[in-house]
Every structure is written in C-alpha cells, then in structure tokens.
C-alpha cells in the first residue's frame, strides 16, 4: 500500500495493524491472507478514528464517541471497490478490537492482545504521544439495510472473517447474529445483530456501534411506514445514548431520490467524515475513452478489480440506464435520462460566470415564477447586455436575496416580502420588461402593472406550452453556448435548480421542465428563463438603442 500522509492523532495505525494480524480476505483467489487495507480504506480507518487533540480520559476510563472528531462516518464508493470487507472490518475492530481511546502513550507503551481477551499474543508497540486502543466493555453492535440481502454485503464477509483461526475465540456465528465471546452471559449484550426495515425490533436500542449498508437506498419517506432516514436518525440516536457511533456506506446516491445519504451529506455537519473521491468533472462517462479514465481513477485503490471486467458491465448497464451506469461504476451523484441541462450543458453554463458589475438605473428584464406554500418563489434579473443575476432586497439594515422557501418562513411564501423586494427593484432599476407567472399572484400582478405600467409588468403563463418551449430552448442555448453574449452571477440557488429539471414531453417535439421529485425545486430556473424572455423580446423592440448608464457591483451569490 502506498504511503499515506497522515498528520493527525489517530488509532487507524493501531487498527490497521491489527486488522492484517487478526481478520483474513474472504474471497477470491486471496481468500484466507491476512486482510491489508488499500490505500483508500486505510485513509478511510485513519480519519474516522481520528482522536481529538484535547481527548482525555475522566477517572482513568475512555470516554467513548467524546474521543473522537467524528461521531458518523459516510463512505461513498463504487460498486466492488472494497467497502463491504472493509466494513466488516471496521464492525469486528468495534466488536473485539482496539476501537476506543485509552489515553496517550509514552515510551515503552504497547497494546497486548493478551490483555484485551485475545489468546493470539500479537503486541503493537506505541510511538511516543500516538493515542492507545484497547476494547469496546460492552458491545453492542448493529448491521443494518433495507433488507437482509443488503445486509448480506457486510454480514457474508464478517463471517468468512470470524471463521478464521485467530477471531474464532473471540466472535462466533449463531442463528442470526453474532456473539462476542468472553463478555456478559445476558443474550442482549455483547453481540452483533442484522436490523432492517421489515425486521426493526430492535431499532432504538442503545448501541455502541452501527453500520448503515447501502445508505443512498434509505429513502426518506415522510409519514411512510419505511422512512429510512427516521430509521438512520433512530439508530443515530440509538449509539448516541451509549456514547457509540455510526458508520455508513453507499454507492453515489440519485438526487432525484432524496436520500438519508443525500440529505446528511448536503447538511454539511463538522462532525461527520464524508468519503467520497469523485473523478475529474471535465470527463465524460458517455465517451469511451474518457469512460475508462473515470473508471481507473475510481478503482485505483481496489487492485483485485479487474478495470477491463467493470467497463464491460458499466457499457451494458448505460444502455438500459445511462444514470445508474454512472453512479454504480464512475462514483457520480447523477440522475438517469430526461435532463434538462446535461452534465457537458451544466459545466458550459458554469463556465459562463462572470462578476459583471451592475449600477443602479441599469436597464433589465425581470423574471419571476411565485408560489403559495409548497414550491419556492423567486425573482432574476437580466441585464440588455444579457447579464443575469439574482438581486437582493433590504429589509431592517439586512440585505436578502430574492429567493424564498417556504420552509424559513414558517410554510409560506412571505407574500409582503416579495412585494417589497418587486418595490425595491423597481426603485433601484428600470425594469424595461418582467415577465411574471401569474398563478397564485394574479392580484399583485395586477397592482405591480398598474403602479409600474402594463408594458413593464407582462403576465406570462408558464403552463403555455408552446411559449415555455421556445423560452427554455432559447435559455438552454444561449446560457452555454461559447459564441453567445450571456453570462451570469453562479448565483448557486440557480445552477442547483437548473441541475435538477427534467424535461417532460407533450404534443409533437415539444416540452416542458418539472421537478424529479417534490424536494427537488426548479423555480429559480423558471425565473431565470422568465427574465431572458423579458429581455430578448426586449430587445426586438429596439429597446437597446438607448444608452447603457453606468454599472454598480453586485455579489456572486451562493449558499451554504
């Protein structure tokens, strides 16, 4: 294995060395080798047990998940690349390994199987300072799926594992779950047992350590029998009441899914090691050659994967569904077909950013797609230079961009915010043409038009086939093409809604966009599509013809 730069406290050198002396390959031509970690695994081992500089222990004793820097784990990896025996790996080291803090070691300091339960009399000798290991007391562990055939990919290897000669004393196979030997006598301690969705009994119970298998098939479903992420948050809480934690693995979700593994990723918590090495975005599973370049740059820690063998698998997949070839095989968070702006479209939109500045008085076209309680409802502006942007609006002395979601405003759309941003505009700008989606907003429309005139407030039904085609064929084209004038703020609201509408087809060549699904909005989009129409019918009046005034700075608008 290649030499890894790691230059933080960690037991991952002590657990990796205890892996290769004490679990085995379960299969293939290796079965029955000791167990060596890959680069990737061994970087995944390291930062999950990753100590905190300031652990201590109180009374002499561990402190359990308070040692470490992470509380979960999320490793997203493709097919075959070694996630389940590394897993199982990981759920024996949390079973009867060194998996908990025991303090800083001095010179001279070792860790002896002898006195942890294991007859085998391996010793680890500590480097000065490094943080020691010892056993979990009282394990209590839990593998869980959406099904036991899931489960099955963690569960078949652990048991080839404790099958082996030096875990055998210490772990043994029973009817559908696994004992830790040489602990309590009570059959609900010291053990390892398969939780899922259909069997979940046992769901809720403090654990000391559970592992989520196939994480971006947890769904969730709100108010649904089978809510996985209630599941995963259940269990979360679960070794969060035993000062345990969690680990979860998955091949790359689809967006179009919303996920536990979506969700808990995009909240970005400090606390949870995400793992998820992605190829270069400039290559294209669709091409051949590149095809194969993903596929080397994301096997190239898992040698007993023969690229030749996954490159075939991966062209027959992408005939039936281009999408799950992607995720499974090139480690991609994409959706399959039916894309709005493909991938090669989304990065020729992203490289059209620009921090163009805007003045006051500036001659735009406004668009805005509105909502009442369950979509968002936001406002774009447009430049006759075809510069478009997201504006902001001041309320109180604080500066708010014009995208509202019902969830911040108590499920709705805060009606007198929109209006008072539509004011703002209006005041700060010369709002030459705004094209505005009337449904749910006729009664402001109306007003708008009659304070700011017919001709500057249009409605513009998005639900006209025939006019929303040619608006999102006109936008797609001259947002990504290399020759066009349009540039934009990379306003991140924005480029996410465009990344998830769908095309969906009506009467001859003709389409519309729509969200994949509820949670994946696209009213940004919408509005952006708006404000170029605004602009370009603009235009053909002969608007441009009076001079440009002068141009203020606005900020690149993104989200956290």
Known sequence: MAELRIDFPTLGHLLDAWYAQHL???????????????????????????????????????????????????????????????????????????????????????????????????????EPGEPMGRRHPSPLIQLAALAEDQVANVYGPLTEMVG?????????????????????????????????????????????????DEFGTWMANPGAKQNMLEFADTQDRGAAGMNGRTLATTNAYDPAENSAAQIQIEQNDHDVFVYWDKPPSNLRFDVADERREIIE??????????????????????????????R??????????????????????????????????ARVGLGMDGSKNDDWTAIRLETLDQH???????????????????EEWGGEIPRQEVREAVRQIHRRFEVVRGYYDPFWWESEIDDWADTHGPERVVRWPTNSIKNMHAGLERFRHDSTASESRFTHDG??????????????????????????????????????????????????????????????????FGFS
């Open 24 to 126: 085995v390959i379960p299969d293939g031509w290796d079965r029955g080798q000791p167990f060596e970690q890959s680069r990737w695994q061994y970087w995944c081992t390291a930062s999950f047990y990753r100590v905190r500089e300031t652990a201590a222990l109180e009374g002499g004793r561990p402190i359990g998940a308070q040692a470490f820097t992470f509380r979960k784990g999320i490793i997203v990896g493709p097919q075959k690349s070694g996630k389940g025996p590394w897993s199982a790996g990981v759920v024996a080291g949390e079973a009867v390994g060194p998996s908990q803090f025991a303090g800083w070691a001095k010179r001279g300091d070792v860790y002896e199987c002898s006195e942890n339960g294991c007859p085998c009399g391996w010793v680890y000798e500590y």
């Open 164 to 212: 082996a000669p030096v875990l055998s004393p210490l772990l043994q196979v029973r009817e559908g779950f696994i004992r830790v030997l040489g602990g309590s006598l009570s059959e609900n301690r010291d053990r390892i047992d398969v939780v899922t969705a259909k069997a979940r009994t046992k769901l809720g119970n403090p654990i000391s350590f559970a592992l989520q």
């Open 297 to 326: 740059y994301v096997y190239r820690d898992s040698p007993w994967v023969s690229v030749d063998t996954i490159l075939a698998q991966a062209a027959s997949t992408a005939k039936r569904d281009p999408g799950q070839a992607e």
């Open 328 to 361: 499974f095989f090139g480690n991609r968070d994409v959706r399959g077909k039916h894309k709005w702006f493909t991938d090669e479209l989304l990065s020729a939109y992203r490289g059209k950013r620009s921090e163009i500045d805007v003045f006051p008085g």
């Open 388 to 406: 478009q942007f997201t504006p902001t609006y001041t309320v109180g002395g604080v500066e708010r961009l014009c995208v509202w979601r019902p």
């Open 491 to 556: 306003c991140e609201w924005m480029e996410r809604c465009v990344s998830h509408a769908i095309t969906r087809a009506r009467s001859g060549e003709m389409y519309i966009i729509g969200k994949p699904e509820p949670h994946l909005k696209i009213d940004v989009a919408m509005s952006g599509v708006l404000a170029h129409e605004a602009v370009m019918d603009a235009l053909a009046k002969g608007l441009r013809s009076k001079p440009e005034k002068p141009r203020i700075s606005h900020a690149v």
